[in-house]
C-alpha cells in the first residue's frame, strides 16, 4: 500500500470515531478526505458522511452510522482510483472484495464492476 493511500486510510478511522470535525480534514496530491454533516446534531434526520476525493471527483462515501460505504469511479477506470478503491476496501469492507482488471474490464469478485457498489463495513 501506498504512503498516501495508508494516510489517507488513517484519516477516515480517526473521522469515524470523531464526529466533531467537518470540512476537508486531510489532503496530500491528488487525494483528500474530508466529513460532511447533514442536518444538526442529534436531530431528526441527521447524518454525516467521510467523502474520499481523488482529482476532486468523489471516489468514496462512508457512512459510519448505517456501516455503509459506496464506492465510485466516476469513469475513470486507472491504475490509481483502483488501487485508492482497494485500499479502501481492504481497510473497511467486510470479507475480501476486491477490484481486479481482466481484458479492459474491472470486476469486484466475479461480478462486473459497474463503476459504483456499496459495501457494508467492518
Known amino acids: 500500500m ?3 493511500e ?4 488513517r484519516v477516515a478511522r480517526e473521522a469515524i470515531n470523531r464526529a466533531d470535525v467537518a ?9 483528500e478526505v474530508a466529513q460532511v454533516h447533514h442536518g444538526l446534531h442529534h436531530a431528526p434526520g441527521y447524518y ?3 467523502v474520499i476525493r481523488l482529482h476532486g471527483y468523489k471516489i468514496a462515501v462512508i457512512e459510519p452510522d ?3 460505504m459506496s464506492l465510485y469511479d466516476c469513469g475513470y477506470r486507472t491504475a490509481t482510483t483502483k488501487s485508492r ?3 479502501l476496501l481492504g481497510a473497511f469492507a467486510r470479507g475480501s472484495a476486491r477490484i481486479s482488471q481482466r481484458d479492459w ?7 462486473d464492476w459497474e463503476g459504483q457498489d456499496e459495501f457494508a463495513i467492518i
Open 2 to 4: 501506498r504512503k498516501v
Open 6 to 9: 495508508a494516510d489517507m486510510i
Open 23 to 31: 470540512g476537508r480534514i486531510w489532503k496530500s496530491g491528488n487525494t
Open 48 to 50: 454525516r458522511e467521510i
Open 66 to 68: 448505517i456501516m455503509r
Open 85 to 87: 478503491l482497494n485500499a
Open 105 to 111: 474490464s474491472w470486476y469486484v469478485g466475479e461480478q
